[in-house]
């Protein structure tokens, strides 16, 4: 995809989420409804979604709200890609999935792959935003940056005052 479409489908996925989740606190009814719009708007996402750090076990990963194949329950901080974002804070972009030590491959058809920390007003780490396409080398820092956006915006702000992404 051309980095211009690239930017118009976040673009216009980003304005639709804002939208759509002014007013609600929910966190779950949060996640479900960013999961659902980004999986709609974006082709080349095979599976979208929410990996929360679980309140009785800070260092693991359980399951939330996705767009998919069945995914994994639980990952712990540090296993995988997802766990790599977890423990280290940052976004991960994998280009080859069967490249990268560790990966938890929950369907064995996803090349590559993007996560994401997500954070809450007080800059805690609530979750990470996995994204897996069935393409190798479907991500790049277009990508990243405007899921960070997006993902600020919904989660990082308060519920009752949402701001626009993009
Ligand atoms: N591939 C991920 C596991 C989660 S799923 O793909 C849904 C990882 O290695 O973190």
Not at 60 to 80: D, S
Not at 106 to 113: L, T
Request: charged share 25%; glycine share 8%.
């Amino acid at each position: 995809m051309s980095p211009e479409e690239k930017d118009a489908r976040y673009a216009e996925a980003a304005q639709n989420i804002a939208a759509v989740l002014a007013g609600e606190p929910d966190p779950i009814a949060r996640m479900a409804t960013v999961a659902c719009l980004l999986s709609q708007a974006l082709p080349y996402y095979f599976w979208t979604g929410f990996y929360r750090v679980d309140a009785e076990k800070p260092d693991e990963l359980v399951i939330g709200p996705y767009q998919g194949t069945l995914g994994c329950l639980r990952i712990p901080f540090g296993r995988g890609v997802c766990g790599a974002a977890a423990a280290s804070g940052e976004t991960q972009i994998v280009a080859d999935v069967h490249a990268f030590p560790g990966h938890i491959a929950c369907d064995s058809r996803s090349r590559s792959e993007i996560v994401v920390p997500v954070r809450d007003a007080r800059g805690r780490l609530i979750a990470v935003f996995d994204v897996d396409s069935l393409e190798v080398g479907s991500f790049d820092e277009r990508d990243a940056d405007w899921l960070q956006r997006i993902l600020e915006a919904s989660f990082s702000v308060p519920a009752s005052a949402p701001a626009e992404a993009g």
